[in-house]
């Protein structure tokens, strides 16, 4: 069984901190995919980053970077300076399988609320 | 930027009644799927949809949930009664790939029973 775990229910930080959320995950495959999306208020999901199993570099996109750790299974977002429109919820989700068509598997997500 | 269209953006309707949600996958996806996220909760996989069939669903999508894609363009999920505990967003995603590429979602139907 696959599961993706986002121990953090919810974060408050004030505008300009740092935050990391937290993922960590559970899968037997040796090739999977992991992901991150936002949903802000208007309630669309947003993609943020795709990693796959072999590849545990990790990656910086302006404010945001992820930290793949295959030894601790774990898949952190971090977002520094944080700013309003951060204001969200955050979700880490897997991907698995050899063959055919894949379902995401969705943590519970992260609601991060940055305050001004 | 091609975006995944969904309509209705909401509605409302009496336990019992079929509902039918439509989506309009980017033009050149080939795997389509509809996942449900209960107010608050997390988003859960319904279904997956591969060359006009069903190649995957959760224990969520029974009898009563459907899938076709009538013409090539559109996506729909047909619940046949619905029941108070469908009510949800339910958001359409489409990709290119299957297992490799990210899903690209629409904006969600909220589907409200009463």
């Known amino acids: 069984a696959q599961k993706v775990t986002q121990a953090q229910t919810e974060i408050s930080v004030v505008e300009k901190e740092d935050v990391t959320l937290d993922c960590v995950y559970e899968t037997r495959d040796t090739t999977y995919y992991l992901f991150w999306y936002k949903q802000p208020p208007s309630g669309e999901l947003v993609f943020l980053i795709r990693r796959n199993s072999f590849d545990e570099q990790n990656e910086i996109s302006g404010r945001y970077s992820w930290n793949f750790q295959k030894s601790t299974s774990s898949f952190n977002f971090t977002i520094t300076a944080s700013q309003v429109v951060d204001s969200a919820v955050y979700f880490c989700a897997l991907s698995e399988g050899i063959s055919g068509t894949y379902k995401y598997i969705f943590g519970t997500g992260t609601r991060l609320k940055v305050l001004a | 930027e091609p975006e995944v269209t969904q309509t209705p953006s909401h509605q409302v309707t009496q336990m019992g009644q079929e509902v039918i949600l439509r989506c309009v996958p980017i033009s050149n996806h080939l795997y389509f799927y509809w996942y449900r996220q209960i107010l608050g909760q997390k988003v859960e996989f319904l279904v997956s949809?591969?060359?006009?069939?069903?190649?995957?669903k959760s224990e969520i999508f029974d009898d009563q949930f459907s899938v076709e894609r009538p013409d090539g363009s559109n996506f729909t999920l047909k619940i046949r009664s619905t029941k108070l505990e469908d009510s949800a967003m339910y958001f359409c995603?489409?990709?290119?790939?299957?297992?490799?590429?990210?899903?690209?979602f629409g904006e969600g139907s909220r589907l409200t029973v009463l």
């Open positions: 995603a489409s990709s290119e790939t299957s297992r490799t590429g990210e899903l690209f």
């Open positions: 949809f591969y060359n006009n069939e069903i190649s995957e």
